[in-house]
């Protein structure tokens, strides 16, 4: 078996694993299955793009790649605006939507149904406003380096992985140790209750889309960049990210990240041993196995 | 000085089927007074309305001055109303520091770590073991946990719904005897209790409901016989209550 099935899994678990943690807190703290965070993905690469293309207009030096990566300095800034922007989407489509029928207190399947409907509209007007030709960050090629043990990678690929292992910790740490976090973990538990302790609910549900939408973006950038763009990449990673958000176990920001890790890992090695084919029944066959063998994952709790 | 003045509440689930139907009280600043009542009499929710977490239909809550009524319990709690749900009170998945740790950010950020030094000082079983979990707590001691909790930010008045739910003989002897120390340190408490003997014997004050209204608003030493506890209950003095 080649050891590069280790590399490519990392990589793609990255992804995976970013866009699960926002997932598995919007799951987790304003209880329902959020159907529109794939289309964040691909809102916050294609916003992202956009705000690239703006800079590059302003000042071309921006966009020349600085070694050994296959970018300029005007993604990283891009990126920051991409972030603030597909917060922006998400909390307009919070205030418009999710935010109304939640005043009115609709059923969770309501809502996940509203969440469908608007994944759908969000998807179709990325096509509509982009068309669906895929778009790149970059036209530079990059040239993968040996790592060792017949494993490869670009820059590119490991600056990604490096990103996500930053921001995995940073979150973490976020959720452990500071009073948002802690706020965040008990109107997870208890809304009501988290009322009855002065904890601003509300306030905890904007900090909770902030956070998501901003791991969306930055986890459909790092799609973007390895692969392409396209109005469909959220949509096709809905499945893994709901996977990995089980399997982590609702909630726990490291079961996301360990759940897209596996995830990712398993796909690439069913590319090698079964064939690429059946890369995406991977995550059905992951999901329905942790759905009937261990429910609350592997660092959730049980109930939740 | 009245800490806890209610005019008039009508509150429930349905605006056309109100569950709390037209109650007025108030409650003195430092006073103890239980609320009684049958099942489904609307204690709990009643309370539960005061505290933010039942829609009011009609009627008015004042908090010392302060109109707090239909204010949502997060900005009752910084208007210093301390309410304990009858059960899941605590966060159970989070440790007993970090329980006292949430509460405290209503307080200045020079003051928390000191409040949370006083609680654990009048709570000595919590102080013992602050790092555990607080879904590994006894019973008694989770109602001390939710106490120690509300009583953090030194509220104006404290309510608690029912704070012997569920509990043994001795546990209940236990909060009470927390209680009263509240009680006597000055708070003013709001008690929901079934168990009336406990009840009486911590406060000075009992106000009873029945379907929704109030039946009788008087010191406890009148209900001591139980007969007309008795009586309330099984609706016989309904009809001529006050006010």
Redesign the interface.
Known sequence: MNPQAIIDGLISGSTIGLGAIGLTLTYSILRFANFTHGDFLAWGAYLTLTVAGVLGGLAAGLGAPVYPFSFGWGLPLAMFGGVLLTVALTLGLDRILFGKLRARGADAIIIVMASFGASMALRSLLEFIFTAKPAYFTKALQIAKPLGFGMRATPDQLLVIGLTAVLVVMLHLLVTRS?TG??M??VS??P??????????DKVIRVTWIIGAGMACIAGVMAGLLVQIRPYMGFDLLLPLFSAAILGGIGSIPGAMLGGLMIGLAEAFAVQIVGAEWRAAISFVILVLVLMLRPQGLFG?KGV | MTALAVADLQAGYDPDLPIVKGVSFGISKGEAVCILGPNGAGKSTMIKAIAGLVPCFGGTVRLGQTDVTGLPSHVLVRNGMGFVPQTENIFTRLTIIENLQIASQLLPKSERADRIEAMLEMFPDLAARPNELAGALSGGQRQMLAAARALLTEPQVLMLDEPSAGLSPKLVGQVFDTLRRISEAGVTLVLVEQNVRAALALTKRALVLVDGKLAHDGPTETLHDGKLLGELFLGHRAAEAAP
């Open positions: 009073a802690r706020a973990r008990a538990e208890n009501s209750l988290a009322g009855v302790y002065g904890v601003d609910v709790q």
